[in-house]
């Protein structure tokens, strides 16, 4: 089972601060994904990610979000300029035949 | 669009009892794939069951597929108290690369 890693474990921001989350794959994967999971709720989907370009996004991933793999290795998930309601435990996933999920980001928009 | 819908909400039972799970979904799939969660961590892949699959088996875990009635159980027999989790099922279609998750099931084993 292919790892993934998640940093920070815990993020706290303030609203209107801009936070990176980062993943970073153990082997060399090619398909990327981002979800998010409101407390209480169901994950969501928010963006996949191929051959670095996004294939797919949610209407939940606007202009506040973007994706990137800076060095090849790391996968980050940017939000510009956090609001309340983008406090969320976040999940980054590689493909594999099935999607593994790393052990997430909880961000506090205070 | 395809969503997986678990019943129940929530599940109570004794520890050594089975607990079963129910999932369905409303469009074609590709496979479809129970998580477990403990609560306020990550998600963890329990089992994957491909649309042209019935049934499949892992350890204490029993799951069917019916594609027909589009729908899907998880069994986990002989519960014991680490069960204790959130279970959700999550489709996937060969249209798009995205999981569909459902809203999970609450398992709580009583010691």
């Known amino acids: 089972e292919p790892e993934v890693t998640q940093t920070p474990s815990h993020q706290v921001t303030q609203m209107g601060q801009e936070v990176i989350l980062r993943c970073v794959p153990i082997s060399n994967h090619l398909y990327f994904y981002w979800y998010r999971q409101i407390l209480g709720q169901k994950v969501e989907f928010l963006v996949s990610?191929?051959?670095?370009?996004?294939?797919?996004k949610s209407e939940i991933f606007d202009d506040q979000f973007s994706v990137e793999r800076p060095d090849g290795s790391n996968f980050t998930l940017k939000i510009r300029s956090t609001k309340l309601e983008d406090s969320a435990m976040y999940f980054c996933?590689?493909?594999?035949?099935?999607?593994?999920f790393g052990p997430g980001t909880r961000l506090t928009v205070t | 669009s395809q969503q997986g819908e678990e019943d129940p909400q929530a599940l109570s039972i004794q520890e050594g009892e089975n607990a079963t799970m129910n999932c369905s979904y409303k469009t074609s799939i590709n496979n479809l794939q129970w998580y477990r969660q403990n609560s306020g961590r990550g998600l963890v892949h329990l089992i994957l069951i491909r649309s042209n699959e019935r049934e499949k088996h892992s350890g204490r875990l029993r799951v069917t597929l019916d594609t027909s009635k589009k729908s899907s159980s998880l069994l986990i027999t002989a519960s014991r108290a680490a069960d204790t989790a959130s279970y959700f099922c999550a489709t996937d279609s060969d249209r798009d690369d995205k999981i569909i998750f459902g809203k999970g099931t609450r398992l709580h084993i009583l010691p």
């Open positions: 996933a590689v493909r594999v035949g099935e999607q593994y």
């Open positions: 990610f191929y051959n670095n370009e996004i294939s797919e």
